[in-house]
């Protein structure tokens, strides 16, 4: 149980595009669902928070109307990269909390490429 | 808010030999401390986690140590394989976020 996928794998895209990446909980429903970012050889750096049905919270110094996140359902959380450009690329990895417990059950990332 | 540091960066050691890995965190509140495992390009894995009610757990090779006084846990690995060669990351969490240190890469020589 507590499986989280992650839809695309990898994506490039050119740059002053769009790219939405999906987060799926497969077998629970996630209370909570976060975006990181990780640059190469760098650790996970949390984006934001989101909750099923209301506004995400982002972290400090991330662009919210860059970054636009959606978590419409218990089960699935969207981040959209608007406007990308080179420098938005990166290993994006999403995270679902059920709640009942600590851990965090993490997606397998995409990554993304900005031309 | 909560500061994990984590040393050291890099880590090489022999076959067999054990690696240790250390943290500290700065949030008193902090209650559950996990471990990750990441190999390149793949998601992060949970190898162990400790909460704050507990000072040592272990699973096989490996085990984690909580100093909650200190503030700072550590990940032991004995008898260390090649395929123990991965980045690790440790994490602090007071609920439902994680903060994460900054990584150690572990290689083990044949």
């Known amino acids: 149980g507590a499986v989280v996928s992650q839809h695309p794998s990898r994506v490039i895209c050119k740059s002053g595009t769009s790219v939405k990446i999906e987060c799926r909980s497969l077998?629970?429903?996630?209370?909570?669902m976060f975006w990181y970012r990780q640059f190469p050889k760098q650790s996970l750096m949390l984006m934001a928070t989101?909750?099923?049905?209301?506004?995400?919270?982002?972290e400090q110094g991330v662009e919210k109307d860059k970054f636009l996140i959606n978590h419409a359902s218990l089960t699935l959380s969207t981040l959209t990269v608007t406007s990308a450009h080179p420098e938005d690329s990166s290993f994006y990895i999403c995270s679902a909390w059920r709640g009942a417990s600590p851990e965090q059950y993490f997606g397998p990332g995409t990554r993304l490429t900005v031309t | 808010g909560e500061n994990v540091e984590q040393h050291p960066s890099t880590l090489s050691v022999q076959e067999g030999d054990s690696a240790v890995i250390k943290c500290t965190y700065s949030?008193?509140?902090?209650?559950?401390f996990p471990w990750y495992k990441q190999e390149l390009g793949k998601r992060p894995q949970l190898i162990i986690d400790i909460r704050s009610n507990v000072g040592e757990k272990k699973d096989q090779r490996i085990a984690v140590t909580l100093n909650k006084t200190a503030k700072h846990f550590s990940l032991h690995i004995t008898e260390t394989q090649p395929e123990d060669s991965a980045v690790y990351f440790c994490a602090a969490s007071t609920g439902n976020q994680f903060y994460f240190g900054t990584g150690t890469s572990l290689t083990v020589i044949p």
């Open positions: 077998d629970f429903q996630a209370t909570t």
């Open positions: 989101s909750n099923e049905g209301s506004k995400a919270t982002y």
């Open positions: 949030d008193s509140a902090s209650n559950y």
